[in-house]
């Protein structure tokens, strides 16, 4: 902001707090349309919700179900997520049915001292969480593996009464 004279300057910061204001309704929104459909979903038989959703709004069921799943991840601590940061591409990664549920309690407590968080900020921390859990998946693998062929080695040396390379003969 330094480089622009006083007038742009004004300018362009108060547009920016109306973009985020408007993005702040936006999450709302998405919040509240989930609900509603939940609620629809709830009064419906078994497969008219899917139905129905296509019919009015020609919206595939994960369509709906990304209105519903910020809705009832959320339910109603979604107003402390308005502390931190709550545009639609902030909301939709922490919702997702993948969603860890560790990450969105950590960033409501955040939200709750006070603290903020970039959607950008979001992804980076979700990326990570992901690599630590592939590497300790992959970790937990390979021990199984290797317990497996240790417990497939130790049976076949008591089948054929080896241990160590010795016969069991004397």
């Known amino acids: 902001y330094d480089s622009l004279d006083a007038g742009q300057r004004s300018i362009i910061q108060q547009r920016t707090g109306e973009i985020r204001e408007r993005l702040r309704r936006s999450a709302q929104d998405v919040w509240e349309i989930g609900q509603k ?14 139905t129905w959703i296509k019919a009015e709004f020609g919206w595939s069921q994960r369509t709906a179900y990304n209105f519903i799943n910020v809705y009832e991840t959320f339910g109603d601590r979604f107003a402390n997520l308005a502390k931190v940061n709550n545009t639609t591409s902030f909301v939709y990664p922490l919702a ?28 980076a921390k979700i990326q990570k969480r992901r690599m630590l859990k592939s590497g300790a998946v992959r970790k937990e693998k390979k021990q199984a593996k290797g317990a497996s062929k240790k417990s497939s080695k130790q049976q076949s040396e008591s089948a054929t009464g080896q241990t160590g390379g010795q016969t069991g003969e004397r």
């Open 96 to 123: 997702a049915p993948s969603g860890p549920e560790e990450l969105i309690e950590q960033i409501l407590r955040a939200a709750g001292q006070g603290d903020t968080m970039t959607a950008k900020e979001l992804q």
């Open 37 to 50: 459909l939940s609620d629809v979903r709830s009064r419906l038989k078994y497969g008219q919700f899917l």
